[in-house]
């Protein structure tokens, strides 16, 4: 079993930026697909991005160019960075872990194993 933990949200005006972290625990998730995905009031959950063991990753496009994942195996962690963040990217964030390539995570969602709970991210005017 593996436990998701995410932190970092918060309250940040449009055209700042957070950046969130996955603390994982109970096994390694370092062959795994990372994955962040949100939900925002009143809509259905949607990916934003994934990050491979390998390192390669895949981005909604809307997110392209603001947003960078990365990863810390050694720490069993993963980060979401989010610039220029627009008020659209108000929502609840969730980390993800699958066996599966990031890629079938984003277009399929399928292969998650792991959820966390979520953090909210609220960007004001």
């Known amino acids: 079993q593996v436990q998701l933990v995410e932190s970092g949200g918060g309250l940040v005006q449009a055209g700042g930026s957070l950046r969130l972290s996955c603390a994982a625990s109970g096994r390694t998730i370092s062959m795994y697909t990372m994955g962040w995905f949100r939900q925002a009031p009143g809509k259905e959950r949607e990916f934003v991005v994934a990050?491979?063991?390998?390192?390669?990753?895949y981005y909604q496009d809307s997110v392209k160019g603001r947003f960078t994942i990365s990863r810390d195996n050694a720490k069993n962690t993963v980060y979401l960075q989010m610039n220029s963040l627009n008020i659209e990217d108000t929502a609840v964030y969730y980390c993800a872990a699958g066996n599966t390539t990031p890629q079938r995570m984003g277009v399929m969602k399928s292969g998650i194993n792991y959820w966390g709970k979520g953090t909210l991210v609220t960007v004001s005017s």
């Open positions: 990050i491979a063991w390998s390192g390669y990753t």
